[in-house]
């Protein structure tokens, strides 16, 4: 093991795995808030800093089970709230392209241990953005599956509606191959079933499909859709990375085309709504009496405030309380159901794209990774950082950041989208791209 | 956050903020309510562009997924507890209740 010089592990550890199995001789790194038997799973968070789960999370059975060692538990900013590693309790980490600059977030952690050499693979957790963030930012590979094609079950809960686990690796066959290692149904998990009892197809996808086999680097004749409003928002110099690569694309048979979302001028505000509403209900469960310090003295309600003060940071306290806003009585026909609205309007307009397209590409992220410290007093501005990567939750869509190029010899991330259990589509694509950059 | 539903007034107050705060129970320091006081006023005026977005129906391709109810191996109670930081005979301890 590495000596951590870019603090990308809470805890490092070996959890072997089985002896055989697609896996065998990898190390993984997972994100510190999916759930290791007997290991420190902390979110990243005070309140969990000595939180033991007595259960391993399904996609850590399923990592042991192909052969994959564990080699740590990976910082991450707090509950996953932020876009920089830096809302963690326990410092911030660095990214290793350049060790001034944040790594992304919220799966810092997982992006730099991978960027680093540190790890061969890594998981990460992405509701608004969170694994193709860090990927963007530090160079690497990170792919968001469709909701419901890989268990959640043992994932500590932030925004349970949004959210997948998703795989890290330095190249795109690296990573759709741990796709294809913890996708698939599991009964613990009722949003991965797929055997609509209505006529629905009787195979869970991941069962029928080898994601690694996408990555083949072949994209010829694909149409690929490029939404205006996602391109626009991006910095110049991450504009012409973006419009270099789509050429690169077009070299290989790719044809490229203008497509309109105009649902996404929403989508941030549709997010954040949304997701604070489900924090808030999701982080009532630490209480101090469960698990966590106890917040001593006083009746029920005053100990459990006292709990909640001392153990959750400023970020997390500003989206339980704008969450719980935005649910209370007068106010949720103006906050949630509007936003309910607007994410049923942008998995249509995503579906009329798809219409004509094979997958949408866009920057993932609209600028090169921040230097620490430069943006945390300002949290508008770090939730507008993420314009590009809340729409694909909203929509419940599979997506992919692949490295782009550089532009101010910073990394570049360029993100396809696909619909509905289309990853082999999104793998294909940022395979084909991954070789023309090369 | 002091404005009626309607929207006359989005100022948000210190007293606001620890309104909200009390709900969700979460006790906080008086500097923290006063930058969370800015911070939510600036945020919400954001979200107000909610108000623009038109009615939309979400198709939900949904169904109830069912199991059969069947008595199967859980958490043991000792395991259940192990994070607690206080138990008695088997349970929780908590705060009392008022």
Known sequence: MSDDEFDAFLTETELSGADDGPLAGRTVAVKDNISTAGVTTTCGSAMLADYEPPFDATVVERLREAGATVVGKTNMDEFGMGGTTETSAFGPTKNPVDPDRVPGGSSGGSAAAVAAGAADLALGSDTGGSVRNPAAFCGVVGIKPTYGLVSRYGLIAYANSLEQIGPIADTVEGAAALLDVIAGPDERDATTRYDAADGGPEEHPAETTSYADAADGDADGFTVGVPTELVEGATEPVRETFHAGLDALRDRGVETREVSLPSVEHAVQAYYVIAMSEASSNLARFDGVRYGESGDGGDWNESFAAAREAGFGPEVKRRILLGTFALSAGYHDEYYEKAQDARAWVKQDFDEAFAETDVLATPTMPVVPPERGESLDDPLQLYLMDANTVPVNLANLPAISVPAGTADGLPVGCQFVGPSFGEAAVIRAASALEAAVE | ?98
Not at chain 2, 48 to 75: F, I, K, Q, W
């Open chain 2, 1 to 98: 956050m002091s404005e009626t539903p309607d929207g006359t007034d989005d100022s948000v107050g210190a007293d606001d903020v620890r309104h909200v705060a009390e709900l969700a129970r979460v006790d906080l320091a008086d500097e923290e309510v006063a930058e969370f006081a800015d911070q939510f006023e600036e945020i919400l005026d954001y979200f107000a562009a909610l108000d623009e977005v038109p009615e939309t129906d979400a198709d939900a391709e949904l169904v109830n997924v069912m199991r059969a109810d069947e008595v199967r191996e859980g958490l043991s109670q000792a395991a259940a507890l192990s994070n607690a930081p206080d138990s008695e005979g088997g349970y929780f301890r908590g705060p009392r209740v008022s």
